[in-house]
């Protein structure tokens, strides 16, 4: 199990909770139980989602495991140039 923070709106995704217990072993895992939980997940995932393990941003490595008591955090992807 591993407690993730939720930014921006991503925490309006999973009904205005900002941390969410979930039982995941990769990102891919997170992302799959995070649409089934919450289904307004989905677009925003289709959108693009950095996760952040320990301080460090992973952006489509989404077989990275998820260690236990790591700080992970869930970030809208930002467009720009």
Known sequence: ????????????????????????????????????????FEPLLDRGIAVAIDGTIYRDTWSKELPPGAEIFLLPRLAGG
């Open 1 to 40: 199990m591993v407690q993730v923070t939720l930014w921006g709106s991503l925490s309006a995704a999973a009904g205005g909770n900002d941390k969410l217990d979930i039982e995941a072993k990769d990102i891919r895992e997170l992302f799959r139980k995070l649409a089934e939980q919450h289904p307004a």
